[in-house]
């Protein structure tokens, strides 16, 4: 543990916190500003990551109606499903975790930022103590400007806002992240999906609202900045995406026929004809393979393709 | 692996984080306070929030206030100050209470009201009939002893977290908003020119001897300063970190103490370094002299006794829990108040040995 904390410290926390009180130093000693700035900077720092990941996402919804088409050709062949499936993710240049390994590395930072706003505004003789040990010595205007100045447009960022001003601020955090969420959670068809990200979009929001009214100033201007950058970030990736249902279209679960795209039967002729280093063999086996299929399944198949259409 | 349960794993493993190492980040508002040890008496902040009277001799608690079981002070920091049977302790919630010394009842309270002021970190200082405490909202304010009468108040660049100094009719006050202030006693109006502007925050009480001003600062100088004019002697500049503690002068020396546990000797007059010596861990407590010794200790919890004219390290004594609280001497006994809930009294001129130890804790 003690390990942990030491790379966690040298890596991450004390970084950050260094940065941001020499941040402070050179801007005006205004810890508002500061916060402001370094949200910036941090998600200018971790766009490529956050790129990559709306990316990967908007991608993986893209491929929704094929996989859904595979769940139902296969439903009773678990193996070939998944074969089938990892071929798709493969053609289609898709990654099913690569949404996941840009946040998995955006985590730490954003513990990190959180530590650091905390501890950079002491609340106590406490934590002001132990401050101390934070800051690096050869940056000698770290140690001058401390403790910070944590008033900031009525607010001091320090510690939990009061009535009527904390019910502001956890209002405008709670509307961006659910703008944010409502633009970034791809539509879906699926039923039980829906109901989740449903879930999700009303149950972060609240969240977080609640975290800003208990927590410091601070916090909250952090992720309301953070939230406001997100969505312009995911502005001009996926534009107003599910924010305006007019202009977008839940996905059809049987095959996206709507969308012009094939049925699992044409999503495999695709394949083949798409897949141009597929050997011969492979492709007469494939073809072996689906006219192995069940009867009743092909049936079902063309059913749910009459169906969508 | 489906992703969702690689999000969820990456959501716990995030949780798990943020409770192993955030935890640390998030210190509880406990207090160190400094005793206060008159003829029988020692008068102590416990970190439960209780304000004890102890048995000078033998530790034993005789009584403490509040007096009921649940209740409590919100973090007691500063030594109290004690004067005609009435002492004084302020603590983090924002109120300066004045007790009875022999039953710790309540005589009054500042603000009498509901209403609170900043946060009183420091301890009061008591002047003549006055009680001086600065507080977290940038003031410094003087009461009459008797009835909490505010008499005046001075309004700083900056938090007061230490006990305001009294010598003669100056009243000398440091504050984290990189100033030192003297201030006329009978007003509160300031004697120097203009404050002392330091290039950090001042966070300890400053000593006055010899006509000087002595007190260290974050932006890691050691500032002595004409006592009349509030203009700079000399400073030392070789420390590499804060100074947190209050100094102590044998009279020829002055010895801070900084945050890396560096403890120096300086000429009082030039500033030059006498000698160093490195307690290897870091320490906010202030040290204590006894005779020829000076005496101070560390977050490590060991307590040195170092040759005040060498430096030289005489013994040490381990207390096994971090300390923070300054140390208080009387008649060559050391009481330490450690952040472990525990009050120690160590004869540390002559024969070395603990006089006792005792728990200030309700849980044991």
């Keep these: 543990m003690e390990l942990i904390s030491l790379l966690w410290n040298g890596l991450v926390f004390d970084p950050m916190l260094n940065g941001l009180v020499l941040l402070y130093a050179v801007t005006g000693r205004n810890f508002g500003i500061t916060i402001i700035l370094f949200t910036i900077l941090i998600r200018?720092?971790?766009?490529?990551?956050a790129l990559r990941q709306i990316r990967s996402t908007k991608k993986m919804s893209e491929v929704q109606p094929k996989i859904q088409a595979l769940q139902k050709r296969y439903a009773k062949d678990k193996a070939r499903l998944s074969q089938e499936t990892m071929r798709l993710y493969k053609e289609m240049g898709v990654n099913p975790i690569g949404c996941l390994g840009p946040m998995v590395i955006q985590f730490p930072i954003w513990i990190g930022l959180y530590y650091a706003i905390v501890k950079v505004l002491p609340t106590n003789p406490e934590s002001l103590a132990s401050l101390s040990s934070h800051l690096y010595s050869w940056i000698p205007v770290v140690h001058e400007v401390v403790p910070l100045n944590s008033r900031f447009l009525g607010l001091d960022l320090s510690t939990a806002g009061v009535p009527p001003l904390n019910y502001v601020v956890a209002f405008l955090v709670g509307g961006s992240m659910w703008v944010m969420q409502k633009m970034s959670t791809p539509l879906s068809a699926d039923p039980r999906?829906?109901?989740t990200n449903q879930m999700m979009l009303w149950m972060m929001p609240f969240m977080f609202g609640f975290f800003t009214i208990t927590l410091p100033s601070g916090?909250?201007?952090?992720?309301?900045?953070?939230?406001?950058?997100?969505?312009v970030i995911q502005y001009f990736v996926t534009g107003w995406a599910g924010l305006i249902p007019s202009r977008t279209k839940p996905a059809p679960v049987a095959?996206?026929?709507d969308a012009g795209q094939s049925s699992p039967d044409s999503i495999q002729d695709e394949e083949t004809v798409n897949d141009g280093k597929q050997s011969r063999d492979e492709r007469q086996e494939r073809r072996g393979s689906h006219r192995a299929r069940p009867k009743g399944a092909r049936r079902r198949t063309r059913g749910s393709r009459h169906r969508g259409g | 692996m489906k992703p969702f349960f690689l999000l969820l794993l990456v959501a716990c493993s995030s949780l798990l984080l943020v409770g192993c190492i955030g935890s640390k980040q998030f210190a509880a508002t406990a207090g160190w306070a400094g005793p206060l040890v008159s003829d029988e008496t020692v008068y102590l902040g416990s970190r439960e929030g209780k304000m004890l009277a102890l048995d000078a001799a033998t530790g034993e608690r005789r009584v403490s206030f509040p007096a009921g079981e649940k209740e409590h002070l919100l973090g007691i920091y500063g030594t109290p100050a004690l004067a005609g049977g009435v002492l004084f302790v302020g603590d983090y919630q924002g109120k300066l209470y004045a007790l009875d010394a022999a039953g710790l009842t309540k005589r009054w309270q500042y603000p009498a009201d509901e209403r609170k002021i900043g946060q009183i970190v420091g301890g009061p200082t008591v002047a003549g009939n006055l009680v001086i405490f600065g507080s977290?909202?940038?003031?410094?304010?003087a009461l009459l002893r008797n009835n909490g009468a505010q008499e005046w108040e001075f309004a700083t660049e900056g938090m007061v977290w230490s006990a305001p100094i009294v010598v003669s009719d100056t009243v000398y006050v440091a504050s984290l908003g990189h100033h030192v202030y003297a201030l006329s006693l009978a007003d509160g109006k300031p004697k120097w020119p203009k404050p002392f502007e330091a290039g950090g925050a001042v966070v300890?009480?400053?000593?006055?001897?010899?006509g000087k001003v002595f007190f260290g600062s974050f932006d890691r100088v050691f500032y002595a300063v004409n006592a009349a004019t509030g203009k700079e002697v000399w400073r030392f500049g070789e420390g590499k970190a804060w100074y947190w503690s209050t100094?102590?002068?044998d009279g020829k020396r002055v010895y801070p103490v900084a945050t890396d546990g560096k403890v120096y000797a300086l000429d009082i007059n030039s500033g030059a370094k006498r000698w160093e010596f490195d307690l290897g861990k870091s320490t906010i407590s202030?040290?204590?002299l006894v005779g020829n010794n000076m005496v101070v200790t560390s977050d490590a919890g060991l307590i040195y006794i170092l040759s005040a004219e060498t430096g030289a390290q005489v013994s040490s004594f381990d207390v096994a829990a971090q300390v923070r609280a300054p140390l208080i001497a009387r008649d060559g006994v050391v009481y330490i108040n450690a952040m472990n809930h525990r009050v120690w009294a160590l004869r540390v001129s002559g024969r070395q040995e603990k006089v006792w130890e005792i728990s200030t804790s309700t849980k044991e």
Excluded: E, H
């Excluded at chain 2, 977290?136 to 304010?141: A, G, I, L, M, P």
């Design chain 2, 204 to 210: 300890a009480s400053p000593l006055v001897a010899d």
């Design chain 2, 286 to 288: 202030a040290p204590v």
């Design chain 2, 136 to 141: 977290s909202d940038k003031k410094v304010r």
């Design chain 2, 247 to 249: 100094p102590v002068t």
């Design chain 1, 193 to 195: 999906q829906r109901s």
């Design chain 1, 255 to 257: 095959a996206g026929v």
């Design chain 1, 44 to 49: 200018l720092v971790t766009l490529p990551l």
């Design chain 1, 219 to 231: 916090l909250p201007l952090y992720w309301f900045v953070s939230n406001l950058i997100g969505i």
